[in-house]
């Protein structure tokens, strides 16, 4: 049978379960991305694990969130994950070399192969032809602990790509062009694969981009084919011996299709406060800006910025607009800086950032409050700036620069523009100066780790208890981002080594009584609505509801990386029936939700204040998450032997560069 | 009579008093400096002062301390501060443009003039030949309405330097050199004016260090002669035009004077937590490094950068070592980028931050608590830094760059290094496009100031109550910096545009009680010891008192410009005896001191908890001084018509930069 990319990568790395939507699989891993944010805490998981080294052929720590260093807690995260690094065998990338996604795609990302990153935008690396999947910390850890990484088969969606980008068009509106058909929700349970005739004028850099941001329709990732492009890249980064070809099957049977023609594309923009909400920048309004932010791990490569720079070169930025530009890595940087990009958008007024995450996590650049921003990222959940009351607008690098021009809102169209400068990018200086390398296991045995006061291991779970009587904590509304949760930005994300005083933040934009609330009632329950815990991949959103008691959170559906965080921390996520409505105070008794749980049942009752009614609450669950639930949460699964690693051949050091292709889909 | 260039330029300028030390002058004002973070409230008090315009030649608005943005404050600051600009006739350079000093002399320094700075590194331009002083907002801002500035003559210090610099000592061991002669308190009433055959050899960017950091020991400021030098700084700042050589007179007598010979110098440094704990390199014991920063209103000139850069060229920083390199300005980035000196500091690691303060005052790397931390800065006071319990040394670029790739501080003798590189700076681009221009007084009246909940005009003191009766609220040691008052780094320092909120940090690393007791006390006497007040000119350290109800401070002896601060905010800075022992808590009474400070007395006593004994406190104040104290207040002296302006043909404005020649010395 003509098989899909997807499958042929997944088939090759199987260990368990069957290919089929909806099915536990267990994948072998070839590949681990973690970044500090979500990593000290995947770190102090991994070290519970009680195992002597990471059992992957490659894992790599990038610190390039948490690095302005308003205080002394940032730097002992950094000194922890660097030690942490050296003793269990991850390669290390220190702060101010970039963006993890850029300098995985640069050093290691290999077609065929299957990374899992503690990072929700690890589904950069598709652009690459691997299949990558962003996960939780603990789920993270465990897979490089050796256990490959489980989770539920997605159904392949497949989009044919016809056509070339105009002029004003860019990768960024395809990606937004799919979130204005799909919104924040339409991608669930779904990969996105690319082919047809458009492929081909994608360069890796466009794709990244897409692959990138698909995961704000819901999406688990999306997958190009390695062509010519995907040799290209690998030639500038004097990998091309990685190179193999990979595609779909002639006639490959997608589980859903759609097109996109690239020509009839015209420049979008997302509009506050969701990457979902997607109109033609040409039916927006006037908006006058006060800032445009170009970069993030989307469009932050060469070609991003040097389109940038060709509108503004010989213009000077409008006096009320701040603009700022993030390159996406230290290459990157270098690159700018070779071919005069640097200097042209210097020029202009730019305001050249470090290679970090920086303005996309809302750490650093926090516009004034209810003034538009314009930003090349790949969110704008409300806050997530670091500005509460923000007002942030998506678009491309193009409708970016000229936006800047303008001090308003417009496309490219209304701006003359010179040739990119130069039109291919001079070839990058590759090396791995800079990114620590692995030492010989004895060697390591003797490194010191750094634990410093910020450093505090999670909580971990009681047994779940037969039955649960407790009251709603809180009821929240539809598509509530795990920034809600655990907030972006500089202040708040400082302290996520921490689950207590990161749990102080929970909430605050939508209900600054959760936290006391929460600790006076002992826990309760969590209400949520669609889509609970879209966005980003941090469990800490999971971690602080462990910590305050929380032991279910029932919602009428859930974005796939939070749900699995709440399984993996012991907290069962219940569905809620679309026509009931709770209030905060109420309580609920669910009697046997243990029992319910063992037993398969597809759902539960609970009553509700006492009263006669029953509220019938949904156990949508796999096999393998109803055993996770059972033993009190994944850690515990592994640490009393409730699952098994992985036979060591399914992974094989084959190079210095610590890449496997013993399971590679060729 | 053979004359001083500090005694010439202000005879050119002295609009009333007499050129003896401690006498009450005023003199014209050429020029203004104004820093964000000082500025928002040298802009408020301006903006109460009831004037139309900027009355000086030049008036410069610098955003470059608040830039990181961790929240919608800084920016909201930003935009008040550039609309205030627009409106009152102030050029203004945004964020990321550079630091104040550097962009200073760049484009406006003249030889011969007057500077007058809301910044306490003001002193830099006297690289220039200027007559540069640090002061505080209110002061400043008064000024810049047109009354010119008042303050006590200075004593001069003739420095004869000779010799020349040997290979690994730089212009920062010569200013550490002067610490290590005078500590922080021997400069306090004095001028450092250079002489001597030593002095061609020194650059505009030596002298630039040598001037900004001579204010560590308690000096006004510091000058050098306009020469060779000078008029090649500004050739190639294409100002060759406003060259006139400057010298003291052949035998003019100085106040007091020393000799240093520059090729005796060894690569010094600054041990924690005084830029006056001076030792030679050579004698620390080995202390390993976790942090090393280059960069702030000190060695972030293209020469600073270069030394560093030929220093690394080739090599990697140390593994456990943060490398951050900050270029003075934009116009320094762009000469290091053209010259290559950026890619090699990149190459080796560093990371590359803004043209801005940053971490000098703890806006952003911040280090881990205890872990030494080696910078090129001016201050290393406790908690400067960002970091409560820091440990910071301070150096020279190439002790700097040396240490980086040991790991451990050493000089760089320990080190091979190519040639600068090149070895003269490339001509740097020079323009201002991205300075705001001043707009004619007419289309400036419609300007709307935009004004962030963020700005909150500071407190007006009541006129001074005949009588004190009022408790110790704390008793602070020696050498107590305006940075325990108001503290530094992103967090404190994102609130200096509201004195009620800034107040919650005042005293905080010393005694985390103060601001709840002062405000639960109504106010009190704060008692502190020598130098109290030293270093940063920010006068939210008397705004904040003033605040919390405190009327009367009583120090041994005070740092000038915080000694004026107070004074300018109504609250009397009396001297307390050697033998006097306070505590917290106890009662002062002080009957009459405002009739005493009426009469020019030269001491007050004050009964101390209703006992027997009495405590006499000097008042040793100049007439000016009195006056101002007697009106309440310096604001409330010229609004009540106290003060009258400057006659405007003391300025005179002759060119489209806005600098004025009219009493330019010559």
């Known amino acids: 049978m003509p098989e899909t990319l997807t499958h042929k990568i997944l088939a090759s790395h199987l260990a368990s379960g069957e290919l089929a939507p909806g099915a536990d699989i267990t994948v072998a891993v070839d590949q681990i991305l973690i970044e500090d944010a979500t990593g000290t805490m995947a770190a102090m998981q991994f070290e519970m694990l009680g195992v002597d080294s990471v059992a992957v052929p490659l894992a790599v720590m990038y610190v390039d969130h948490n690095v302005l260093q308003i205080d002394d807690k940032n730097m002992q995260d950094h000194r922890y994950l660097r030690t942490f690094s050296a003793r269990y065998g991850l390669r290390y990338s220190p702060a101010g070399h970039g963006i993890s996604h850029y300098i995985h795609l640069e050093h290691f990302s290999r077609p065929g192969q299957v990374l899992v990153g503690a990072d929700s935008h690890t589904s950069t690396a598709g652009a690459l ?33 016809t056509g070339t980008l105009g002029r004003n068009a860019e990768a960024k509106d395809v990606v937004l062009e799919l979130l204005r058909r799909h919104g924040v929700r339409g991608g669930r349970g779904k990969v996105f694969e690319f082919y047809g005739e458009g492929v081909a004028s994608l360069s890796v850099s466009a794709r990244a981009t897409i692959c990138n941001m698909i995961i704000e329709t ?227 045995r003797a490194i010191e780790i750094e634990r410093g006061s910020n450093l505090v291991p999670p909580p971990q779970p009681e047994p779940l208890a037969p039955d649960v009587d407790a009251r709603v904590l809180i009821v929240v509304g539809d598509d509530i981002s795990t920034g809600d949760m655990a ?35 002992g826990g309760g329950i969590i209400v949520g609505g669609e889509n609970y815990g879209q966005g980003s991949s941090r469990e800490h959103a999971a971690l602080i509801p462990l910590y305050l008691g929380v032991r279910v959170v029932a919602a009428r559906s859930y974005a796939r990386i939070h749900r699995r965080n709440l399984i993996a921390a012991g907290i069962v996520p219940l569905i809620l029936p679309l026509d009931v409505q709770s209030s905060t105070g109420q309580r609920w008794v669910i009697d046997g939700l243990a029992d319910a749980l063992v037993g398969g049942d597809r759902s539960v009752a609970a009553r509700v204040d006492d009263g006669d009614a029953e509220l019938m609450l949904g156990l949508d669950f796999s096999p393998a998450e109803r055993a996770v639930l059972t033993a009190g949460g994944l850690l515990a699964q592994v640490r009393t032997g409730g699952r098994s690693p992985l036979a060591s051949d399914a992974v094989v050091q084959d190079d210095a560069a610590g890449a496997s292709q013993s399971r590679s889909a060729r």
Chains 1, 2 share one sequence.
Request: aromatic residues 6%.
């Open 218 to 444: 819901g999406a688990a990732t999306a997958i190009f084919p390695s062509d010519d492009q995907t040799r290209e890249w690998l030639r500038a980064q004097r990998r091309e011996d990685q190179f193999v070809p990979l595609a779909a099957d002639a006639g490959a049977m997608y589980d859903d299709g759609e097109q996109l023609d690239l020509s009839g594309l015209v420049p979008l923009v997302a509009l506050p406060h969701s990457p979902g909400n997607v109109r033609p920048v040409s039916e927006l309004p006037r908006t006058e800006v006060v800032q445009v932010c170009v970069g993030s791990s989307v469009n932050s490569s060469y070609e991003d910025l040097a389109t940038v720079a060709a509108i503004l070169k010989g213009h000077t930025v409008h006096p009320s607009v701040q603009l700022t530009v993030t390159p996406g890595s230290r290459q990157i940087l270098q690159t700018i800086i070779a071919s005069g990009v640097y200097e042209d958008l210097m020029g202009a007024g730019a305001r050249m950032l470090e290679p970090v995450c920086g303005p996309c996590v809302g750490i650093g650049q926090a516009p004034t409050a209810g003034a538009p921003s314009l930003r090349t990222f790949n969110r704008n959940f409300p806050g997530r700036s670091g500005t509460a009351e923000d007002c942030v607008y998506l678009c491309s690098p193009s409708t970016a620069a000229a936006s800047a021009l303008h001090g308003a809102i417009v496309d490219a169209s209304t701006v003359s523009r010179g040739e990119l400068h130069p039109a291919t990018p001079p070839n990058p200086e590759v090396h791995d100066l800079h990114i620590a390398g692995v030492l010989p296991l004895e060697s390591r």
């Open 129 to 161: 032809g691997m299949f990558a999947l962003g996960a939780g910390g603990l789920e993270v850890a465990v897979a490089m602990a050796g256990y490959g990484f489980d989770f539920v088969c997605p159904a392949v969606v497949g989009v044919e790509l």
């Open 487 to 521: 907030p972006d930005g500089a202040i708040a994300m400082s302290v996520w080594s921490n689950i207590a005083v990161c749990a102080r933040f929970m909430f605050r934009r939508l209900d600054p009584g959760f936290h006391d609330r929460a600790l006076e009632w």
